[in-house]
């Protein structure tokens, strides 16, 4: 029988691969009044390192690794010769509140390959769930995977004791899954995402009746992308991606680059995408969500991949150089937001600011924005570009920074430095 540290490296090791979460900070009933062990919310969460180095803040495991589905981009499919391992439903309790209590992590994050069928495996996730909150008294961080063809009884269930569940899309559209997971359909990952979205928006609605009303999924739902398994082009990523945040009120999609596995199917690629068309894909999902920017207006049948050496903001502002430079004393915020180095807090301040005074470059230097990218695009109270100067060559460069570490994880936090 294997022990527990050995079901541990195998299981942690295995949940790499799913990038889709995050904690969110949600307050649960109780972590006021000083009820219950741990808390989402607030500053200091510490953080837990997996064996690969990621410092994460959430105990990231699969309840098992064994999985019924045949899916050809996933180390874990029923062909595969990988080392297997399963938790109990104890274990993964234990387990948690042992981090916990040594201080190492803030919350669970927890998948799960599909043992017998998609309910007997919902069911026991839940089971987890369920146990850190009555038994343990749990108030940290929880994340469910959401099991596509789970019963939508299993799905309320597990929303009332988690945070947030995420089923995933994986491929980002019906032809790459019938191409690598023929197993599995769009439409029934959909299905559940459907039913967590009214789940949701019921939930706020008793809520906002009675505090006293019950909490599903408070953080909403993630979904997560494969990059690079198939050709499919940025576009047809970015607007799958538009579709589900429309259609299902997704919180987050995820993109993670694919990572070749061992004995792999020879229809996928031998080598990883370059990690910055991850990044590049992360800057365009923030432009989306957050600047008002539509699909088309990024990507289109004659572009459909992001250019990798520019970010997809100054890449669109160099593509419509007929509506710059913009008057930073006078334009609106729609227009302000599509300006290179100025993100949404330093709009919001500059329409404050202007209320008062007419903005200098003193006075956007003094609000941290990125002067060396904003400033062949805007006009101030005393600096007006040539129109030339957006024509300059170096202006189609990368931005040039000065050597530094790759930080952890900087490619999915960059955009809220508020210089995007």
């Not at 429309?246 to 596995?261: C, E, M, Q």
């Not at 570490?405 to 508020?418: H, P």
Request: hydrophobic share 35%; proline share 5%; net charge positive.
């Amino acid at each position: 029988m294997m022990d527990l540290n050995n079901k541990l490296r195998i299981l942690a090791d295995a949940a790499k691969y799913d990038a889709s979460c995050a904690s969110s900070g949600v307050r649960r009933k109780g972590a006021t009044e000083g009820k219950g062990i741990g808390n989402s919310s607030g500053i200091g969460i510490c953080h837990s390192y997996t064996p690969d180095g990621r410092c994460v803040s959430l105990l990231k495991l699969l309840l098992t690794n064994y999985c019924v589905y045949d899916c050809q981009f996933c180390v874990n499919r029923v062909s595969s010769s990988t080392p297997r391992a399963r938790f109990t439903v104890d274990e993964v309790v234990e387990l948690t509140i042992d981090f916990y209590r040594r201080n190492y992590i803030e919350g669970l994050f927890l998948s799960s390959g599909i043992i017998q069928s998609p309910d007997y495996t919902m069911e026991q996730l839940t089971l987890v769930a369920r146990k850190l909150r009555t038994e343990k008294e749990f108030r940290g961080y929880i994340h469910l995977k959401a099991i596509p063809l789970a019963s939508a009884d299993l799905l309320d269930e597990a929303g009332r004791w988690a945070d947030r569940l995420s089923a995933n899309i994986e491929l980002p559209t019906d032809r790459d899954l019938q191409k690598l997971a023929p197993e599995k359909q769009k439409k029934h990952v959909e299905s559940a995402m459907l039913h967590l979205r009214d789940r949701v928006a019921e939930s706020k609605q008793q809520r906002q009746a009675s505090r006293k009303a019950p909490v599903f999924a408070p953080a909403g739902q993630s979904t997560q992308m494969i990059v690079g398994a198939t050709d499919a082009p940025d576009v047809d990523i970015l607007s799958t991606s538009s579709q589900l945040y429309g259609d299902y009120k997704l919180r987050r999609v995820y993109y993670s680059a694919y990572s070749p596995i061992p004995h792999a199917d020879g229809r996928l690629p031998s080598v990883s995408p370059p990690l910055i068309r991850e990044h590049r894909l992360y800057q365009a999902d923030w432009l989306m969500r957050f600047y008002g920017f539509e699909v088309g207006e990024i990507l289109n049948a004659e572009s459909p991949n992001l250019d990798l050496k520019l970010d997809p903001k100054h890449a669109w502002a160099l593509r419509n150089r007929h509506r710059f430079p913009v008057d930073v004393n006078r334009a609106d915020r729609e227009l302000l937001l599509r300006v290179p180095g100025i993100g949404t807090r330093n709009v919001a301040r500059i329409l404050q600011v202007r209320r008062h005074q007419k903005l200098r470059i003193a006075d956007l230097k003094r609000l941290r924005i990125a002067w060396s990218r904003a400033a062949p695009f805007v006009i101030t109270a005393d600096h007006n570009p040539a129109l030339a100067e957006l024509d300059s060559q170096r202006l189609h460069q990368p931005a040039r920074r000065r050597p530094q570490q790759l930080l952890l994880f900087e490619s999915r936090t960059s955009a809220r430095s508020g210089e995007f």
